[in-house]
């Protein structure tokens, strides 16, 4: 039984290395992800850009409030698809600066304040691949301990709670 427990705590350290020397790479994968939807945004925007550096001195809301303003139907229309461009172009950017940190707080805000399409989009065309530079081999190790620190925990709690509960009936020896 031990011998089993020890090659299970063993399985569970290297699971934990190999799930966690992905998360840069994740990371990366996400971030050029980001960045290439961001260059596809300001292309598509540029054209808008343009007219608002003639026209607005730059000033984009003033462009919008223009659009808006217009009795032409069809500009009062482009109005909401150069806004939802703007807006799209100005969220990756934003996601841009919130990634250019270090890895921890790339990992933190990728858990909980990713762009859901992109994050989606990545986990769905992820190309696993085993890095051997340092922020995989420091994930790596830190998982693969996380992961068998939780196994020895569930272990002991396990273990506690059966003896609790039925004693030493069995003639098991107790640690």
Not at 17 to 24: A, C, D, K, N
Not at 88 to 117: C, M, P, T, W
């Amino acid at each position: 039984m031990k011998l089993i427990k020890e090659y299970t705590r063993l399985i569970t350290f290297a699971v934990g290395i190999l799930i966690g020397v992905q998360v840069p790479n994740f990371i990366d994968q996400y971030a050029k992800r980001i960045s290439a939807h961001y260059i596809e945004a300001k292309v598509n925007f540029s054209g808008y850009q343009q007219t608002a550096d003639k026209h607005f001195g730059g000033n984009v809301e003033a462009l919008l409030a223009h659009y808006v303003s217009s009795t032409d139907t069809v500009f009062k229309d482009d109005a909401k698809n150069i806004k939802q461009i703007y807006k799209r172009q100005q969220g990756f950017f934003a996601e841009l600066k919130a990634l250019d940190r270090s890895l921890f707080r790339k990992i933190f805000h990728v858990i909980f304040y990713a762009d859901n399409d992109v994050l989606q989009e990545t986990i769905t065309e992820f190309s696993y691949t085993v890095p051997l530079n340092h922020e995989a081999i420091v994930c790596g190790l830190l998982l693969g301990l996380i992961l068998s620190l939780i196994f020895e925990l569930v272990a002991f709690t396990t273990r506690k709670l059966y003896f609790a509960a039925f004693g030493n009936r069995t003639g098991l020896m107790v640690r």
